[in-house]
């Protein structure tokens, strides 16, 4: 199938993986319509790098949607009481925001229908990731089953997909996909807790996820730390 | 099972169908912690009506959380630029939110988990509805398995159960069983389009519905509306 001037929402966090999300549904041909949610984050470097990225990839419109998830706190990313982890934890961290990407997909999929768009683009992965829940391929095809039941194009029998590209890819395989792209990793921030500048801490787990990613692929970071 | 002191999320819109929803879970003995969404819907006097059902009601607190969905349109609800209807119309009609259910149930799974409470209360009814896709029984239960993977009690095997008492109820039955448990009829708003002093059309889909509930349910009205 030809996508040619086919619409996708894609949601855009400003982190590495969801910059190649969005470089991958721009080379499968889509007119993509960026997604941001500022829920409260408490680092928001990352919505001024979901900008950038906007920006430099040629998206057809980037909204930013405020949902104020700071206000039911729970999650170190949301909650300045929790600190974030610098060590390695086992289990879910503290860093999950719950429901975070259930609500993500609700707000996706309701400018989707509007947009009468049939496709939305995630950037979650499995592999090399903080072992959250909903970042699983059985959550996404849960939403894609409840997508299908939930919207007026889905009862008329345009139900919507949802697209993980990278769900099975490892960190490396990403960056190396991303930077086969073109995708300028420089302007995205992968940091828990990066400062105004957006530069990044090097030590939580998103920073060690993301180097050990830039390492296992061969590549320079070129993230900016606040610490030589 | 015993329900003392167990938490619930009630979702409160200040129309009739959810504060009846909140009756039969506080009758059930839940401690209710009531949401509400400001979505950017234009019947505006719909919360004022949630604060009035909440207090009246005992919850032990309630929270309003704002999402701009105002921002995408799609909805004679949230879109000036679209009328509601006052005719009858086939299909679903233009006051259909796209994806709003899904996402107050996301949000209501986001607190919920926060809370700790394993139940969401949702006043959906497919009879006498106005044909959302987003209100039938099909869809609370795709939603319920996508909150047992969702989320980090769901992975711990304490999945969220979604509760929509209501569901196959005819509003006439909906009216007679919140009068049993002393529903205030007259705190609460359906209509699309009220006044600022949340007075109805007694014209559109939501006041036909209402009016005709009343009347086969056999009880007056305490709807205050525009016209006499």
Known sequence: MSTDAVPAVV???????????????????FICHALSVDYGQRHLAELDAARRVARASGVREHRIMRVDLAGIGG????????????????GIPVTYVPAR???????????????????????????????????????????ERLAALATRAGVEGQPCHIEAPLIAMTKAEIIRE??????????????????????????????????????????????RYQRP
């Open 11 to 29: 949601l855009l966090s400003g982190g590495l993986d969801s910059a190649t999300a969005l470089a991958i549904a721009r080379e499968r041909g």
């Open 75 to 90: 999650s170190a990313l949301t909650d300045p009481a929790v600190a974030v982890p610098v060590e390695p934890t086992s």
């Open 101 to 143: 990407n259930t609500l993500m997909l609700a707000l996706a999929l309701g400018w989707a229908e509007v947009l009468e768009a049939r496709h939305i683009f995630i950037g979650v992965n499995v592999l090399d990731s903080s072992g959250y829940p909903d970042c699983r391929a059985e959550f996404i095809e849960a939403f």
């Open 178 to 223: 991303g930077t086969r792209l073109g995708v300028d990793y420089g302007a995205t921030v992968s940091c828990y807790q990066a400062d105004s500048q957006g530069r990044a801490c090097g030590r939580c787990d998103a920073c060690r996820l993301r180097l050990a990613g830039f390492d296992a692929a061969g590549f320079a970071d070129p993230t």
